[in-house]
C-alpha cells in the first residue's frame, strides 16, 4: 500500500500571508509512461463534503481561485495558498490515485493566526 | 452529475450497515467510477472500494472481507453493504465518482454526495 504522510497537522497564517501544505508518499505516484503524477488536494470545511482543487499535482479544478496552486513530483508534493482568505479556513488533503487502492493524507487543519 | 447517500442512521453492532446512493444528471453505467469512502468522527478520509461502470469491484484491502458494492442500472444507484459492523464503523459515509483516466484506472474523486451518518450502537 502507499501511504501518504502530510505535515505539519496544522498550521494558522494571517490573512494575506502564504500557507504551505507537503504531502509525502511512500513510493512514487509518477506514471512514467505519460508524465503525470497520480494526486489530487481537497479542501474540507466543517460539515461539508471534501472539494476537489487540484489533480494531476498541479491541474486546478474548474472555478478553483488561483491562489491554489499545486506543485511537486515523484514523492513530494505541495499545496500551497498564496493569500490566505478567511474563507480558506479548512482541513486540506491528499490523495494518491496511482493505485486502484486509493489513499489519504492524515489531513492538515489551516487557521486564520 | 449530484449524489445522496441513504440508508439507516443506526446499525446495532454485529449487523449489516447496508447505505444506497442514488445519481442524478449522469448514467452510472457510463465511463465514470463510482465509490465510497467514509470518515470517522473527528478523524479523517478513508476510500472503502470502488466499482467501475463496467460492473468491476475494488475494496480497501482493510475492509475487503466484510465489504461488498454493488450497481442497479435500473434506478441509476450504486449500494454498499459492510456486514458485522463494530463501534469503530462509526462514520460520515459519502458516496463519491470520477473521470477514469486515460490509463483506464480510477482519477480524482470531482463529485461528492453531502454525506450521511451512521453510527453503530446498540
Known amino acids: 500500500d502507499i501511504v501518504m504522510t502530510q505535515s505539519p497537522d496544522s498550521l494558522a497564517v494571517s490573512l494575506g500571508e502564504r500557507a504551505t501544505i507537503n504531502c509525502k508518499s511512500s513510493?512514487?505516484?509518477?506514471?512514467?509512461?505519460?508524465?503525470?503524477?497520480?494526486l489530487a488536494w481537497y479542501q474540507q470545511k466543517p460539515g461539508q463534503p471534501p472539494k476537489l482543487l487540484i489533480y494531476?499535482?498541479?491541474t486546478r479544478e474548474s472555478g478553483v481561485p488561483d491562489r491554489f496552486s499545486g506543485s511537486g513530483s515523484g514523492t513530494d508534493f505541495t499545496l500551497t495558498i498564496s493569500s490566505l482568505q478567511a474563507e480558506d479556513v479548512a482541513l486540506y488533503y491528499c490523495q494518491q490515485y496511482y493505485t486502484t487502492a486509493s489513499g489519504f493524507g492524515q489531513g492538515t487543519r489551516v487557521e486564520i493566526k | 452529475v449530484q449524489l445522496q447517500e441513504s440508508g439507516p442512521g443506526l446499525v446495532k453492532p454485529s449487523e449489516t450497515l447496508s447505505l444506497t446512493c442514488t445519481v442524478s444528471g449522469y448514467s452510472i453505467s457510463s465511463g465514470y467510477f463510482w465509490g465510497w469512502l467514509r470518515q470517522p468522527p473527528g478523524k479523517g478520509l478513508e476510500w472503502i472500494g470502488t466499482?467501475?461502470?463496467?460492473?468491476?469491484?475494488y475494496y480497501n484491502p482493510s475492509l475487503k472481507s466484510r465489504v461488498t458494492i454493488s450497481m442497479d442500472t435500473s434506478k441509476n444507484q450504486f449500494s454498499l453493504k459492510v456486514i458485522s459492523v463494530t463501534a469503530a464503523d462509526t462514520a460520515v459515509y459519502y458516496c463519491?465518482?470520477?473521470?477514469?483516466?486515460?490509463?483506464?484506472?480510477?482519477?480524482?474523486?470531482?463529485?461528492w454526495g453531502q454525506g450521511t451518518l451512521v453510527t453503530v450502537s446498540s
Open positions: 466499482i467501475y461502470h463496467g460492473g468491476s469491484t
Open positions: 513510493q512514487t505516484i509518477l506514471y512514467s509512461s505519460s508524465n503525470k503524477n497520480y
Open positions: 494531476w499535482a498541479s
Open positions: 463519491a465518482t470520477g473521470v477514469m483516466t486515460l490509463a483506464a484506472s480510477p482519477g480524482p474523486f470531482n463529485f
